[in-house]
């Protein structure tokens, strides 16, 4: 007993000397001021306010000044300055810290690799390693840090929390899932800053994080795409995006729920959506979503953005080609309105760009060959094309969100011939044509409870081609409009099950209404065709995610009424991890679409828009099905991805009509099917400074036609072999540079049988062709580069100038061959090349705030 009283009075003892040492370790800073200046000869100038109850350690007075005044500064607040021998400034002014942090997902703890860490109102920012860390330094210690990461709510902390103390130790920052997404972000740096992919395999592009890409000077939404396997353009032309062999008409484009029908300027040189309100696109070849229809090909989902900031922001910016703007303004805490304009300057100034642009989309167009139909007549044409947005939301609560939106697309091309009539006097005739496409949608948000949430959406979307055509050499006009107007409204609900377990279902309604008109003077002559197509649709999913499976299984039921026919659509996406590196996954899909593209070579619009809208009724047009299904495997380490997916699929209910043929079958009413099937290849390494890439797509697609003779032969968009190869690198903090190239195969066309190239139909006499498409034009190649360099005008206000140079090594290609007889003698045939964009340089500067 005596033993242990003794040993406590030790502990006790020992207890107190201890805590009486640590008590003298700390001193007020005012003390260990006054010990320094009598130490070192030196004087502190400060303000007591800013140093009154600041306590430090005791400093080793004999090291050096300079240590002891590092050591200060690391421990307190306050900024010490040394000015020179004698005095020193102590002030909380400019004070900055060191930070770091550990991103981490709330839920199961797993590092998130590629989160956004940025010091709010600055350019200063890092992106976490895969560890999920980061550090930065020289952070003002009165600055807020936002770290972000897609699919994730977006934090905010006070720099001070995450401050680097001298041990290292670095805070977790949990970032917590938002309610729908199962579907992750599998990989944050996918080819280039901005790209990503989701665990279902499709892509995202986040347009404010964009890189940099070959050639281009802005994130170009249509234009990015490409770059993925499977994604071709074989004209060079956004408004014929190819994916894994289908036609452009074949991709479903939605705008912020809005189905649109237009989707390029310049004739589909540059993508219509303006990219700077378009937060992010979303790309789906394989295995859709049940909620989704139409677009047998592929899904491609925009989204602008959709919170409510505190402060307004905004940008402005201009190309060789337009300017724009857009703005950002916060009329409270629960009303935003987002406005964005666009328009081209080319019917004022002629930029290089501009006139390699219009070579391309005009060659072999009335606007070049009408001259040489009429004697001493003079041309000129003025082309100008615009595009808005406007977004309105309103969030009344954390529950419930409403937004509207309004988006409108319009080109307008005037082309005006003046000439000598008879009497001697000039006479001017004005051809014009405008396309548009003007759409309207709203939906209204409701989180009922933490695990169930619906969403009521409709739309409206309205597209018009207008075209007047006078034609000097017959003194005869031609008029000609094409429109299509859809509704729709979608109801729509999710369950959350549990952590790894979402329930999706829903009802969909739309009304297609399609017109075609044409109108002659001279003899007169008017045709109009009005088609109009009821679909209701019910679509339910279950999406499950844990451990190293993720599965999406859905069905979509659609009941067109006009022809009283139910379709049903199963779509399958499975994703299973073998490994932490190595993962296999499925994909399938049953899908329909009701509007296609038909292309008349005679009877198009000024020589420049051939492709008009058209609605299946049934008979002469068919509903088009489609069936995918693809397998692959992914490995990815040590920031390598390795992605291997094999390919099947097979369209039925095209049309001859919509194909593009410039061959005998280009006015043959008939219905078949294509068959693709391919192999795409991606090799990806990614590094703090640098980004490289090579893509391998080989795929065989050909067509069944029973009525056409041979029946099987080779797709026009039968590109056998297609590789592209980039490289992007960090040449400074603020500097990257990107450089690349495309090798593709060229594509199929029919040639005239040589020796009898011609042969009499009737009284007419026609090119005699050969087995249909049996040859291909010269292989495809072009490099381009770009150049991207950020700077700072002020706290708020940065900027960006962009170059970029499509077709560097300004090779000739040939995209396009056909043969058509000669004007002179009918027995002659002349072949007509159509040649890609030559050198083409573009400069962008940005401006954001």
Known sequence: MKLNKQCFNIVLIASLLSFSAFAQERLPLIKVLNQLEEKFSVKFSYSENDID?????????????????????????LNFQILDERYITISSINKTINICGIVLSETDSFPLMGATVQVANTQKGVITNSNGDFKLDDVPVNSTVKISYLGFETV?????????????????????????????????????????????????LNTEKFGTLPGLT?????????????????????????????????????????????????????????????????????????????????????????????TVSGGFGANLLHADGYLQIPLNKKLAVHVSGRRAFTDAFSSPTYSQYFEKSFQDSELTTNSENVNDAQQSSDFFFY?????????????????????????????????????????????????????????????????????????????????????????????????????????????????????????????????????????????ITKDVLLN??????????????????????????????????????????????????????????TTKQKIDFQDDFLGVENRRWTLANEQLIKISTSKQVSFGFEFNKNNWLFDVESFYKIVDGITASNQGFYNNFQYVNANGNYNARGLEFLVNKTATKYS?????????????????????????????????????????????????GIWRSG???????????????????????????????????????????????????????????????????????????????????????NQSLGITPNVSIRINF
């Open 536 to 593: 209701h649709a019910a679509f339910t999913e279950i999406e499950y995610n844990k451990n190293n499976t993720y599965l999406r299984l859905g069905v979509r039921g659609n009941y067109f009424q006009k022809f009283n026919s139910f379709l049903v659509e199963p779509r399958l996406n499975l994703r299973q991890k073998i490994s932490n590196q190595f993962a296999l996954k499925l994909q399938g899909e049953f899908k329909n679409q």
């Open 692 to 740: 490289t890439w090579l893509s391998y797509t080989f795929s065989k697609n050909d067509y069944e036609f029973e009525t056409i003779t041979p029946s099987v032969f080779p797709n026009n968009l039968d590109i056998r072999h297609s590789v592209s190869l980039a490289f992007n690198y960090n040449i400074l903090k603020n500097l990257e540079a990107s450089v690349g």
């Open 53 to 77: 109850a600041v306590f430090v350690e005791t400093p080793n007075l004999e090291a050096s000044l300079q240590h002891v005044i590092d050591g200060l500064n690391d421990e307190t607040l």
């Open 156 to 204: 905010q902390i006070n720099a001070i929390d995450l401050r680097k103390t001298n041990q290292s130790i670095c805070s977790n920052v949990l970032l917590a899932e938002r309610l729908e997404t199962l579907n992750k972000i599998l990989i944050s740096k996918f080819l280039t800053t901005g790209l990503q992919k989701r665990v279902d395999g499709s892509t995202v």
């Open 747 to 833: 594509q199929p066309y029919t040639q005239p049988v040589e020796g009898n190239e011609t042969v009499q139909d009737g009284n007419a006499t026609v090119v005699n062709y050969d087995e249909p498409n049996h040859e291909n034009v010269e292989d495809f190649m072009r490099v381009d580069a770009s150049l991207n360099s950020k700077f700072t005008l002020s706290k708020k206000v940065k900027g960006q100038l962009r170059l970029g140079v499509l077709n560097l090594l300004n090779k000739k290609n040939t995209i396009n061959r056909y043969f058509e007889l000669s004007s002179e003698n009918s027995d002659e045939v002349l072949r007509v090349d």
């Open 387 to 527: 595009d808005y947005s406007g977004k309105l939301l309103f969030n009344l609560n954390e529950q419930h969100k409403f937004r509207a939106n309004v988006i409108g697309i319009y080109n307008n091309l005037d082309y005006t011939e003046s000439f000598e009539n008879s009497e001697g006097e000039t006479e001017s005739k004005t051809s014009n044509l405008k396309q548009e496409n003007l759409g309207f949608g709203g939906s209204w948000n409701a989180d009922w409870t933490n695990r169930f949430s619906t969403e009521i959406s409709g739309f409206y979307s309205k597209y018009n081609v207008d075209a007047l055509n006078y034609r000097v050499e017959t003194d005869q006009s031609l008029t000609q409009a094409n429109e299509v107007l859809e509704t729709g409204i979608k109801l729509k609900s999710r369950l959350k099950i549990n952590e790894s377990l979402n329930v999706l279902a829903g009802y969909a309604f739309n009304e297609i209404g399609v017109l075609y008109k044409t109108t002659v003077s001279a003899p007169s002559y008017d045709r």
């Open 218 to 310: 802005e994130p170009d939404v249509l234009q990015s795409i490409q770059a993925l396997p499977g994604v071709e353009s074989v004209n060079e032309s956004i408004a014929n995006i190819n994916v894994r062999g289908g036609t452009n008409d074949q991709n479903l484009m939605i705008w912020d729920g809005i189905k649109m029908y237009h989707s390029g300027h310049f004739f589909g040189l540059i993508s219509a959506y303006n990219p700077y309100l378009t937060e992010k696109v979303e790309v789906t070849k394989n295995g859709t979503s049940s909620e989704f229809s139409d677009g047998v090909s592929s899904t491609i989902n925009m989204f602008t953005k959709n919170n409510i900031d505190e």
